[in-house]
């Protein structure tokens, strides 16, 4: 052979991360390439945002206390919303993976397999990032007010950061046990759409019956959106902080070594 | 690294899923620098095998070394020599085929400087290099194929596994892909090839292995196989039956089958060469026109015939 092949010699767990910088750059470049969902991460935060403002702002305006607007109050649900939804990519990214070959041909690498989920995870983080950034600046268009200084901004983007993990990695379980891509997309649609709707996401729990009140209000969502809310109408974050923070890790330590040993279970037989 | 005369070598291989007996007892060995076909038809156990032989598997009882690396204790010492083409073609359609390349080279451990020359290599030997930066999904079947083929490569990998790797192609990029082939046997490389054509295991091949039902049933060169299987068949077609008659009484006993309907006279030959050069001498002394010729191979359906006495086993579906 022609070129005189040059290999790397450097320690194993530098290489095993340099394979998951590897994932991250393949998954990236799928974000950039695959247009009708890169239109769908900007234009769906913004239509629900519209839909969502105009269609129950009045109606909901009167349940709020009355320095605060429907839009500023939605703003945090929706961004939640959002990134919940987003994070969904995961699953569709590693069922996708797992139907075609391409995971046996990282299998036969001398790679770490886990490169491949980090991949999906991480490059999920940057969509949603852009999401959220698009959202708000529509939302500033619209009428968006916020009262969140800059620590408080970067505590609520440290918030979502974690919980766009903690849901990606649920995700890529969803990804490794569904079927087909179809499943994939009626699992999560079932998963996250109640969660995120049986939250005070878009409403306050006042008007909920008792029952779906008491689920709401100790849900893991729901504190990552009082905890966001709280930031930026900048009123009391309460618990709601610390419970976000808490749950959202606690996601991550059991769905993360989960979700790695289901891939390789499924990927070995 | 061990350098045994033997690269790849699988003992008593055997796999079941739940009480389904895949393979029954698989025992095969790949001589360095030499090329094995794995012959058989759908649902054999060719997959089952390739996919155990490159660590993607695991298995019941037996045992596995590449290169001297036990496939369950050192997986990660086998991936590193070994290059895989699945029967699909494992490659990212989002990326472009040079993204492909680069990145896979990267993964097997490449510095960013060898991948991107060694992609750029292969471009140029696959013919690629007009497509290398449009993303794969624009690819055709054979572009797809040959990209599949380069990826396994990058790393110039001393152990190649080739599973059906023209399987659905068309006949002009099945002859591409099998002078990529001779080429990379020519330089060295370790093969193991698994087809459903007895056709390509006879271009290709040094050794071809039998095996149907999870087991190993004929093992032999080429020749070796076609002489236990079965025999070249010259049919003959005649203008009009008068000739076919007068050709049928000149060649006797040589003659196994013969058509009025259809004018033509079938002839078994030994040895291609002489055989028909023979039988067509005999003819044209007695001024007996041909029409037309054409010379038969045994085919699969000849060797399973031959083999388990039995017709080629029916479509079992997808082997995985």
Known sequence: ?269 | MAQGKYVVEAKDLKKSYGSNEVLKGINLRVERGTMLALLGPNGAGKTTTVRILSTLLGFDSGTVKVEGYDVTTEPDKVRGVIGLTGQSAAIDELLTGRENLVMMGRLYRLTSASAKARAQELLEEFSLLDAADRPAKTYSGGMRRRLDLAVSLIATPPVIFLDEPTTGLDPRSRLAMWSIIKELMAAGTTILLTTQYLEEADQLADRIVVIDGGKVIAEGTATELKAKVGKDRLELTFTDTQTLGRAVALLGKKIIDSDEKENTATVVIKDTNSDVKETLIHLSKEKIAIQSMAIHKPTLDDVFLSLTGKQKTVETGDEK
């Open chain 1, 1 to 269: 052979m022609a070129t005189q092949l040059v290999f790397e010699t450097r320690p194993k767990a530098i290489l095993a991360l340099s394979d998951s910088f590897i994932m991250i750059k393949r998954s990236g470049r799928h974000i950039i390439r695959n247009r009708d969902q890169l239109l769908g991460a900007f234009f769906q935060p913004i239509m629900f945002l519209v839909l969502f403002a105009s269609v129950f702002g009045g109606a909901i305006a009167k349940a709020l206390p009355h320095d605060v607007t429907y839009l500023n109050f939605l703003m945090a649900g929706i961004i939640v919303q959002t990134a919940a939804f987003g994070s969904t990519t995961t699953a569709i990214a590693v069922c996708n993976d797992l139907q075609k070959g391409i995971v046996d041909r990282f299998r036969s690498l001398p790679m770490s397999n886990i490169a491949v989920l980090n991949g999906h995870v991480i490059s999920d983080l940057f969509r949603n990032s852009i999401s959220t950034l698009v959202m708000l600046l529509a939302g500033l268009v619209i009428g968006f007010r916020p009262h969140a200084s800059a620590t408080d901004w970067l505590l609520i983007a440290g918030i979502l950061f974690l919980f766009t993990l903690a849901f990606s990695w649920l995700s890529a379980i969803v990804g490794v046990l569904a079927k087909s891509v179809e499943g994939v997309q009626w699992l999560t649609f079932v998963l996250v759409f109640p969660l995120t709707f049986a939250s005070t996401a878009f409403v306050p729990a006042e008007g909920m019956n008792r029952v779906l009140r008491a689920f709401a209000v100790n849900q893991p969502i729901t504190h990552v959106v009082e905890a966001v809310r709280a930031l930026i109408l900048g009123t009391p974050i309460g618990n709601h902080g610390w419970l976000a923070i808490s749950w959202c890790i606690g996601v991550l330590i059991v769905a993360m070594p989960l979700a790695s040993w289901l891939f390789r279970r499924k990927t070995s037989n």
